[in-house]
């Protein structure tokens, strides 16, 4: 038996906060570009069998990172459409190492459109006590971090998901593609 060879990488990553639009411009430019949509949050619950909340619950952030670790490691070894990572899976070093290179891109959302999009009460563990503040808090953390993995930094605030990946193909140069 001979082992499926390696697909990725992927032909557009995209990184960013909560509500920045990643899932849905996701599969808008996996549409455009007949490829495939995938989210590494959808693996990890796919692999624990349940939502990430309960396993913020019930394992621990430490456990959910280690999974996020693993499944943005498998995603860019072999997955070649359109691949969208979990707010946080920039904070790891070896994370961002394995994205240097690749066309990411961090959709960047001001906090009035991310509470907008998703509401700062949805079940998001890291934003459980106090989301607004906390919400500001991880974004001067995570930041520096996104811009630093980021080929480009495409501004989500008061943009259809549409008008989002044409800045996304524009700035990748993939309009034409």
Not at 17 to 39: F, I
Not at 47 to 52: L, N, R
Request: no cysteine.
């Amino acid at each position: 038996m001979t082992a499926r060879p390696a697909a990725g990488p992927p032909r557009i990553v995209l990184v960013g906060p909560p509500g920045a639009g990643k899932t849905t411009v996701g599969r808008v430019l996996a549409a455009r570009l007949g490829a495939v949509y995938r989210d590494t949050d959808g693996d990890i619950e796919a692999t624990a069998g349940k939502p990430i909340p309960e396993i913020f619950i019930d394992e621990g952030e430490p456990h959910f990172r280690d999974l996020e670790r693993a499944a943005v490691r498998a995603a860019l070894a072999e997955h070649d459409g359109v691949l969208s990572l979990g707010g946080g899976a920039v904070m790891d070093d070896g994370t961002r190492a394995l994205l240097a290179g690749l066309p990411v891109v961090f959709l960047e959302v001001g906090l009035h459109d991310a509470v907008r999009r998703v509401g700062l009460d949805a079940p998001r563990p890291l934003l459980a006590v106090n989301p607004r503040q906390r919400w500001r808090e991880l974004m001067d953390a995570r930041r520096p971090l996104y811009t630093e993995v980021a080929r480009a930094v495409v501004p989500t605030d008061d943009r259809t998901p549409e008008d989002v990946a044409d800045a996304v193909l524009d700035a990748l140069q993939l309009k034409d593609a």
